[in-house]
């Protein structure tokens, strides 16, 4: 089965969401890296991980991220349906995808590495 693994939101300053969130909930920061200009932070939100994305110019949108057993399958659903994909391989060899919905919302599918 499918499962919400997190959900992103960019933000303007990274400290100031981390803070936010912990003074206000208690969530506490559980990963945090860079990827080239972007500064990443994920804080553990009980049932998933909120991803805190902070990058010069980038808009304040955000996307949605499922974990996916069935990586390969969707893959080729999406390429079925003619679906523009952006496919990634992490350090740890965790794949990833990202594509759009019909309304243009950013969707992520990742697949644990080993």
Same mark, same amino acid.
């Given at each position: 089965?499918?499962?919400?693994?997190?959900?992103?939101?960019?933000?303007?300053?990274?400290?100031?969401? /981390?803070?936010?969130?912990?003074?206000?909930?208690?969530? !506490?920061?559980?990963?945090?890296? &860079?990827?080239? @200009?972007? %500064?990443?932070?994920?804080?553990?939100?009980?049932?998933?991980?909120?991803?805190?994305?902070?990058?010069?110019?980038?808009? /304040?949108?955000?996307?949605?991220?499922?974990?996916?057993? !069935?990586?390969?399958?969707?893959? &080729?659903?999406? @390429?079925? %349906?003619?679906?523009?994909?952006?496919?990634?391989?992490?350090?740890?060899?965790?794949?990833?995808?990202?594509?759009?919905?019909?309304?243009?919302?950013?969707?992520?599918?990742?697949? !644990?590495?080993?």
């Amino acid at each position: 089965m499918v499962k919400l693994d997190h959900i992103g939101i960019n933000v303007k300053d990274i400290e100031k969401s /981390l803070t936010f969130y912990e003074e206000l909930f208690g969530f !506490k920061e559980v990963n945090n890296f &860079t990827s080239g @200009e972007e %500064k990443i932070s994920m804080i553990d939100v009980g049932e998933g991980i909120l991803e805190f994305v902070q990058k010069p110019g980038l808009p /304040l949108i955000a996307h949605i991220a499922f974990h996916d057993p !069935k990586f390969d399958e969707t893959l &080729t659903k999406l @390429e079925d %349906k003619g679906i523009t994909i952006r496919l990634e391989t992490m350090g740890d060899g965790s794949r990833i995808c990202f594509f759009s919905d019909p309304e243009g919302y950013v969707i992520e599918i990742m697949e !644990k590495g080993n």
